[in-house]
């Protein structure tokens, strides 16, 4: 494993909080002014620095007259002519590997325009659009504790939602708000959210924009539909999304039902055209720098439909989405059920609840949730308190996420290059376990 590129910032900055602060006395500063030595020390090493510069350029200069002054006497001036005529032949070489840069660097289409106006002109076509303010801490979800166990007994568990967090924060959060954590970082240009319907995808996606402050700007093949006609009209549509996303950084590009786009068969009544981006989007991907702030997201409920190759082509990290195991349902129903002003009793058997509630996303608790705290029921509370039976009859008139299904989500997942890469890992830690175990047995034999 190489080593991580913020190890030296942070080995610096433990040093110099040895060499400097670890030892000074500071009981008496408690208003932490500024310490006057140190920073006199410091703008010390910036004059320094820029009278060096001008030294330099007067000794230089001081160099070149001495220089023409030797030549003159000397009378070598025919020299110095070649050497000019040399020079000149390397310009023009210059001048031709300038125009060739120039050939290649794509074209800006809108030359004459501010980015005020073409910002408006993306919010007038809906294509950038506004978000609800939602944190990632709203994403309620407990660790697995059984994780560990499970892959002990050779059982791969599904992430738990406190494991969601962890990555979309590391993957999204974090360098789409720092551009130092996103130069040194590993640069992830696109992020595609896999689950059923109702785990928190488009709720994760809202989550990354708020945290960051992000431009949203919406791609999804419904929303784009009759917007930028023909083949320029792409063109115009995704060098105005690059070029705003760049002037508006952060920015996240985002894409409901991602999978739509690489279908193997497009339906006939489907008449949104979701093949539209399926040339452009990849070329979108290999335009995104390391210094460009801008972000693909993509979700899917459905990934199986489409092609594997071409999806996981132009999303570089797939992160599944699981539905919530028995300690992240605890946690929901009691956020979620004071959240809409219920109020839990020592009678109310929240065990229970979220024991008979296995299956069901957060979007389903949710559900239930709003029908049964309605106005009314709320303010009835001091009377009638809540009973965990009231919150059963919503939930059965609601289809959970079955078994199977979630196997099918695991079984594409498999099959993904983060899926291979992750089954190779672990099926390399469990050889490794049964050569040391097998080793061992050897010794023993060896030892009777």
């Not at 006199?40 to 001495?66: C, F, G, I, P, S």
């Not at 001048?95 to 007038?124: C, H, I, M, Q, Y």
């Amino acid at each position: 494993m190489t080593e991580s590129q913020f190890v030296p910032d942070i080995v610096s900055a433990s040093k110099l909080y040895t060499d400097v602060w670890q030892r000074r006395d500071e009981s008496d500063n408690l208003r932490q002014a500024y310490d006057v030595e140190t920073v006199k020390e410091e703008k010390r090493l910036e004059v320094e620095a820029e009278l060096r510069v001008h030294v330099d350029t007067l000794m230089q200069e001081e160099l070149d007259n001495l220089q023409m002054a030797v030549e003159r006497d000397k009378g070598k001036k025919g020299k110095k002519g070649g050497k000019s005529g040399k020079k000149g032949k390397k310009s023009k070489k210059g001048k031709k590997n300038a125009k060739k840069g120039k050939k290649k660097g794509e074209k800006d289409l809108t030359p004459d325009r501010t980015p005020e106006s073409l910002f408006k002109e993306l919010v007038a076509e809906g294509v950038i659009v506004d978000y609800p303010r939602v944190r990632l801490h709203d994403y309620v979800g407990e660790y697995s504790y059984l994780g560990t166990t499970l892959r002990q007994a050779n059982i791969e568990p599904m992430p738990s939602m406190s494991d969601v967090r962890r990555v979309i924060t590391e993957y999204t959060i974090l360098p789409l708000g720092s551009q130092a954590v996103h130069e040194k970082a590993p640069h992830v240009k696109s992020v595609l959210l896999v689950g059923p319907e109702g785990v928190g995808k488009r709720m994760l996606v809202n989550a990354m924009c708020t945290e960051t402050g992000a431009t949203l700007f919406d791609l999804t093949p419904e929303n784009i539909c009759g917007k930028y006609p023909g083949k320029k009209g792409l063109e115009m549509l995704l060098h105005l999304v690059y070029k705003v996303g760049k002037l508006y950084a952060p920015s996240v590009i985002y894409m409901q039902n991602a999978e739509k786009t690489f279908l193997k068969k497009i339906p006939k009544t489907d008449l949104s055209d979701p093949k539209r981006l399926k040339k452009d989007l990849p070329r979108l991907i290999k335009k995104l720098s390391q210094e460009d702030r801008i972000l693909l997201v993509g979700t899917s409920q459905l990934p199986f439909d489409s092609d594997v190759k071409a999806l996981t082509a132009v999303y570089q990290k797939v992160i599944l989405l699981p539905r919530p195991d028995y300690a992240s349902r605890y946690v929901l129903w009691r956020s979620l059920i004071q959240q809409y002003g219920g109020r839990l009793t020592p009678a109310f058997d929240l065990s229970s609840l979220a024991k008979v509630s296995d299956g069901y996303t957060p979007g389903h608790i949710k559900m239930a949730v709003t029908q049964v705290l309605s106005e009314r029921r709320a303010a009835q509370q001091h009377k009638k308190p809540l009973v965990t039976a009231e919150f059963v009859a919503p939930l059965a008139r609601i289809d959970p996420i079955y078994r199977e299904e979630e196997e099918a989500f695991k079984s594409w997942y498999s099959k993904t290059p983060m899926g291979k890469k992750r089954e190779k890992a672990t099926s390399g830690e469990t050889d490794e376990t049964e050569t040391k175990g097998k080793s061992g047995k050897d010794k023993k034999k060896g030892k009777k």
